[in-house]
């Protein structure tokens, strides 16, 4: 099965940056859809951006034109650059895989692998 690590959450004030990085490993595909979920306390699990195995990428309407999801070379790490940073962002975030996602790609179902998430503060 495909294992996920996710680093680099912290704490940071509105407006500020933060780089988290997710290392896909063990996978049996040669090429893996990874994306990017958060989930807020009392709120549900939701997608912020993706990337498949041709590089397309897809964003939530809420984090279009702040954040940015990009890999490596050897497609088994993920990137999400998040700029601009709000409070309603603060929230644990996940890394999510798979070769093909079984339904939409921003829809917590369509991932079976997972990462144990990575926490996100950010401050007013």
């Known amino acids: 099965r495909v294992q996920l690590v996710e680093s680099g959450g912290g704490s940071v004030q509105a407006g500020g940056s933060l780089r988290l990085a997710c290392v896909a490993s063990?996978?049996?595909?040669?090429?893996?859809?990874m994306a990017w979920f958060r989930q807020a306390p009392g709120k549900e699990r939701e997608g912020v951006a993706a990337?498949?195995?041709?590089?397309?990428?897809y964003y939530a309407d809420s984090v279009k034109s702040r954040f940015t999801i990009s890999q490596d070379n050897a497609k088994t790490t993920v990137y999400l650059q998040m700029n601009s940073l709000k409070p309603e962002d603060t929230a644990m975030y996940y890394c999510?895989?798979?070769?093909?996602?079984?339904?939409?790609?921003?829809?917590?179902?369509?991932?079976?692998?997972w990462g144990q998430g990575t926490q996100v503060t950010v401050s007013s």
């Open positions: 063990e996978s049996p595909y040669s090429s893996i859809w």
């Open positions: 999510a895989a798979d070769e093909q996602p079984w339904g939409s790609w921003d829809n917590p179902l369509s991932f079976p692998y």
């Open positions: 990337i498949d195995t041709g590089g397309n990428t």
